[in-house]
Each structure stands twice: as structure tokens, then as C-alpha cells.
């Protein structure tokens, strides 16, 4: 059995409110942001920020807020980022010192965006059932505001960066049910950063603009929004009615849904096609954004805390990719 036992999560102090991209973007209202996007303020790493800098803060805070769960005792670190520090090593490696983990543990990095929650959770319970390890330390970190060009209206309103540490034990207050995963790679020029790999290691410089201001280059995030929306509104209620099959249930079973924290437009097509009663189906993006793999961890966290979950939940995460995935969670 693989359960969750802890979830503790760290935004960067740093805070862009919608009144701050207004003055960027005179073209949009506060009000208008706050309705299209859902979300009134998000956090951002500082310049000398990293994404394992904020994986080492998650964890730091899930030691302290939970003295039961020992240092000593974890075994393996998985860490999900598209920000990495260093093409190598691995961030996970650099987590495992600076957060004083035993060396003779497993330790690895995945690239993954907002389907990586769900996944890691699918490896932790692999690691545990297959006796690797019994106690794993699932980071999430995103600084995906540093892969944004300054006047990129759209994505600036909704990303914001974070970093969640859960640790996955042989005991919990949430078992970790069934999964149903996809990907399709043809999907993948619809969310993209072209340059900074092995196919384009150098900067591009094809900076142009479109009609609308828009900014379009090699060198930043890149998102198609009207593809990964249809993208998503095909797949979504695929996969939710495969982990609803897959766990044995029905959609009355679950007490609540949590998906990935995309955007209210997004969230709120969603919710009704799949004809999910509002009180069933958590939102809390308004004050920190779409904060990528961190979203759902972050959701669980809030909600836990709410006193809301019990019982079944299904997470389902979708985006980069592309990449899906659903789970049930047995709340005790």
C-alpha cells in the first residue's frame, strides 16, 4: 500500500499582483484579468531564485510542520521540473544534500509540467510496491515566469511559480488508488520552449510580434492556448471516466474533484461538461496562479487543511506534452 503522509508547499516572497501588470498591459483592466484568468496575484521566483532553491524550501517546511516524518527515513527523492538548475546534474541530487538526506538513497529528476504531480505519484507507488523504497520525497518546482518574455500578456497573467514537497509512505491519510496516463507527442509544438536544448542549444534571436502585440520567439515559453484548450476539453473527460473505471467507482463515488489549476475559463468548461456539481470540484488558483506541476499538490494541501476531503478524490492533471493522468486518492 502506498499513501500519501505529508504535503507542505513554498511560494517565492516576491508577489505580482494584477494592479502591477496593468501598469505593463494599460490594454487590460484589473477586473478583466481577474475574470478571463481567474487569478488576482501570483508569486514569482527572484532573479537568483531557482527552482531547486524552492524544492529545498518545500522540504525544509515539511520537516518542521511534520516531526514525525524523519530526515533519516527517506529513501528516495523525486523531483518533477522544466526549470532545472543545470542541464547536469540532477537537480534531485542537489536537493538530497542541501536538505541532509542519507546519501545511500535514489535519487532523480523527471521533466514533466502539469500532468507531473499525478505521475509522481505513479512512480512513488511503483518504487514502494516494487520494495525499492518505503518512504519517498516527491519535490515539485516550477520558475516558469523565467521562461516568459516580459510582454507576454497572456502567460504573465496566469503562470506563477511554486514548489511542493509530499512525501509517499507505506502508511498515510490518503491510499493512492488506480491511474490512467496518455501522451501524445504530436501535440508537443503547442507548448514549447524551442532553444536552450540539444536540437537548438543556442539562442535563437527570432524575436517578432504579432497583430496584437503579441510577443512570438524561439527563446521563450511558447503556448498555442486554442490547441491545448481543445487538447484538453477532448481528453479531460476521457481520462477522468478511465480512473473512475479503473478504481471501480462512479462519478457519484467521489466526494471531490481536484484538477490542475489551469485557468477559471478552463476550469469552469470543465466542470460542466463532465457535470460537476460546483461544491464537488475545488478551485483555489485566485491568489498564486497556475503554478504547473506544483497545482495540484497545492490544491490537496488548501483543501486538506478546509476540512473538505474525504473519502474518494480524483486528481487529474493535463498540459505539456502532450501529457495527461488521473488517480483516485482514498481520504481517511
Known sequence: MACIKAISYYLPEKIVTNEELVIDFPDWTVEKIATKVGVNQRHVASEDETATDLAVKAGEKLFAANPEIKREDIDFVLLCTQSPDYLLPTSACLAQDRLGLRTNIGALDYNLGCSGYVYGLSLAKGLIAGGIAQNVLLLTAETYNKHLHPRDKGNRTIFGDAATATVVSTEGYAEIGNFSLGTNGQGAENLIIHSGGARHPEKVNDLSFDENGNPHS???????????????????????????????????????????????????????????????????????????????????????????????????????????????????
Not at 503556448?223 to 481520462?239: C, D, L, R, Y
Open 218 to 332: 524561439s527563446d521563450f515559453l511558447f503556448m498555442n492556448g486554442a490547441e491545448i484548450f481543445s487538447f484538453t476539453q477532448k481528453n479531460v473527460p476521457i481520462v477522468v471516466k478511465d480512473t473512475l473505471e479503473k478504481n471501480g467507482l462512479t462519478h457519484d463515488d467521489v466526494n471531490m474533484f481536484v484538477f490542475h489549476q489551469a485557468n477559471s475559463y478552463m476550469l469552469n468548461f470543465l466542470r460542466k461538461k463532465i457535470k460537476i456539481a460546483p461544491e464537488r470540484f475545488y478551485v483555489n488558483m485566485s491568489e498564486i496562479g497556475n503554478t504547473v506541476s506544483n497545482s495540484i499538490p497545492i490544491a490537496l494541501a488548501d483543501a486538506r487543511q478546509e476540512n473538505v476531503l474525504n473519502g474518494p478524490v480524483l486528481i487529474c492533471g493535463f498540459g505539456v506534452g502532450y501529457s495527461w493522468g488521473g488517480c483516485i486518492l482514498n481520504y481517511k
